[in-house]
């Protein structure tokens, strides 16, 4: 059977333990830009009016390890709405809140093995939300954000975004309002939630705070930054600072490696081999536990609705950089020493 060179990449990948030298890194980032910044592949998103605009053009790509350094190559610091990556670190922010049990109890573990905003999925569990990183599962959690008001509940999020970014995020005016505009359909999974009693707050006010949480503008730089900061056990590797539990960072990558990636979930795992959350703005964040995170942005997507280029890329670097948690065999030359 004959294999293309992502193929081959794949077939040696190791696992380290720790990312190589400071400036391998650069070097590998610089070729996966190098690879993939000319195809062309893919569709822009237009289900949101506002992100049909976006340049598909822009390619950014970024490492983070958990040490605090920062590889950045192309377009990493473009700002694009974080959409559904926004799922992974609000369940952390409720794992934190409530605990594991409650929230597990809750939305569920599970994958639908159907779309990401799948009716059906629901109908067919007996209205369980089964999982956090798709729609229904994601608007249940955002319903468990504490607060007194929904003014209360939105700076809870936003600060907690925010943290795990290490630096403020801003709003979206636009793709909010665009998105608010043209959201029946969570609107619609809002309450089918409430009909089975598994909302635990009004449905077009939690479907609003959704909406506003997928709106946050980030660029790959701080996706990778949110991603270390899983990878680091909950600290954020370039503030410090400890935004949730290290227990918490691992049922987390425990939900992103199962359904991170919607109905490609395994497939991803077997291609890259690391938990990984999708946006359909086209970013890609993926955490290797202990080692960081890489994450890119490009927005035209393949039919899965995952970025083209930042899958390919992805693939690449998981191999090139020992990321894979499934391959086993170290590799001695990706020694410490910082070259710079």
């Known amino acids: 059977m004959t294999r293309d060179v992502d193929d081959q990449h794949v077939l040696a990948a190791v696992s380290t333990g720790r990312l190589p030298r400071f400036g391998r890194v650069e070097e590998l980032l610089a070729d996966a830009h190098a690879r993939y910044r000319d195809d062309d592949s893919g569709v822009v998103a237009d289900y949101i009016p506002a992100l049909a605009s976006a340049d598909r053009a822009l390619f950014g790509l970024s490492v983070v390890d958990v040490d605090g350094s920062v590889h950045v190559v192309g377009d ?81 999020l936003h600060d ?68 270390a900061t899983l990878a680091d056990g909950g600290i954020n590797p ?10 918490v960072c691992r ?8 359904s991170g990636l919607y109905e490609r979930s395994g497939e991803w795992l077997d291609d890259v081999g690391m938990p990984g959350k999708s946006g359909v703005s086209g970013g890609i964040v993926t955490v290797a536990p202990g080692k960081g995170a890489l994450a890119t ?18 693939r690449f670097l998981s191999a090139e950089l020992g990321l894979n948690l499934f391959a086993s065999r170290p590799d001695a030359t990706h020694d410490r020493e910082d070259v710079r």
């Open 251 to 258: 049922h987390v990558l425990a939900a992103l490696a199962a």
């Open 76 to 156: 990493a610091d473009h700002e694009f709405s974080v959409q559904s990556i926004s799922k992974a670190f609000v369940y952390a922010l409720a794992l934190e809140e409530h605990g594991h049990d409650a929230v597990r109890e809750a939305v569920g573990v599970n994958a639908t093995g159907l779309p990401f905003n799948s009716v059906m999925a629901v109908e067919l569990n007996d209205g369980s939300p089964m999982n956090p990183m798709v729609n229904a599962g994601a608007i249940a959690v955002t319903a468990l954000v504490p607060g007194a008001s929904p003014a209360a509940r939105w700076q809870y």
């Open 160 to 227: 907690g975004l925010s943290a795990f970014a290490g630096r403020p995020l801003a709003l979206d005016v636009e793709v909010y309002e665009s998105e608010a505009a043209s959201n029946q359909r969570n609107r619609a999974i809002a309450r089918l939630l409430e009909s089975y009693g598994r909302l635990a707050r009004d449905p077009l006010e939690t479907t609003d705070l959704y909406t506003q949480q997928c709106a946050l503008r980030v660029s790959a730089r701080d996706l990778a930054v949110m991603g």
């Open 297 to 314: 942005y490009s927005a035209p997507l393949d039919d899965a609705g995952n970025s083209v280029r930042g899958v390919r890329a992805t």
């Open 238 to 247: 370039v503030t410090h600072e400890r935004v949730v539990d290290a227990s």
